[in-house]
């Protein structure tokens, strides 16, 4: 709380942004240990899981008071610097080493397209564990994000990610109807991003999620904010056809 303190100022479109990322991060911790619980981790996972989900965008504040944006590829990639943050500020230092690595290596790679493929143990389940929780709580900010900027453009004070067209990118369409991840270095448009968190259903390790997920409706939100063309029609069969049929399999 004291650190994140220190970056609120006079100016209200700063103060919005890191509002939303403190927000997110304290929610993010909620969305770890519920999963936690559903897994049946034992105590001591647990407090790791619960570390891990609190500092793994602590890289966000400066990145926002240094270059305006939470957009790695304009600014800087914010897993790295959530680890610099960390080391400066001696925060983890009390931890013992082996926990210490576990919650390092699971915040630089939280933000990843792709877990490294020789990743195992606990190492692996920590980075399953917070990119799950990260995207749920993240879906319900985007959900939110879209619903202000389209009912009140005027008073919205959050960042703008990208140019609100009214088209989207064929390519990012064909992306999804063939089950495969959007890189963020891909996105265009508002409509772009959109399209980008569908996908991100493909990317989730545990099923709990995904029917949280579902249950919240944040794919049926997304969909509404997207145009009502033949495309997006497909991608929404394609999208709720996958995430019902993985539910399924448990």
């Not at 929780?133 to 919205?156: G, I, M, S, W």
């Not at 963020?184 to 995904?210: C, H, M, P, Q, S």
Request: glycine share 6%; proline share 2%; aromatic share 10%.
């Amino acid at each position: 709380d004291d650190y994140v303190a220190g970056f609120y100022g006079a100016d209200e479109f700063i103060n919005a942004n890191l509002k939303l990322k403190e927000e997110h991060s304290r929610r993010t911790c909620e969305e770890m240990l519920y999963l936690a619980q559903e897994l049946d981790l034992p105590d001591n996972q647990k407090r790791i899981a619960e570390v891990i989900a609190l500092f793994h965008d602590i890289g966000r504040f400066e990145q926002f008071i240094k270059y305006r944006t939470y957009n790695d590829v304009r600014s800087v990639n914010h897993c790295l610097l959530g680890l610099k943050v960390l080391g400066e500020t001696k925060v983890l230092e009390e931890i013992e080493r082996k926990e210490k690595r576990l919650i390092e290596k699971a915040i630089e790679y939280h933000g990843l397209r792709e877990l490294p493929g020789d990743l195992d143990g606990e190492c692996l389940l920590f980075s399953k564990l917070i990119r799950d929780a990260d995207k749920v709580d993240a879906l319900y900010v985007v959900t939110e994000y879209y619903r202000q900027h389209r009912d009140n453009p005027q008073e919205f004070m959050l960042e703008l990610e990208f140019p609100d067209e009214q088209g989207y990118s064929a390519e990012l369409v064909e992306k999804i109807l063939r089950g495969r991840k959007i890189d963020y270095g891909e996105v265009r448009t508002l409509n772009d991003a959109k399209l980008l968190r569908l996908g991100w259903v493909y990317d989730v390790n545990f099923t709990v999620i995904l029917k949280r997920i579902k249950q919240r409706r944040f794919l049926e939100m997304l969909i509404d904010f997207l145009p009502g063309t033949t495309d997006i029609e497909r991608v929404k069969e394609k999208i709720f056809e996958y995430v019902d049929s993985k539910i399924k399999q448990g």
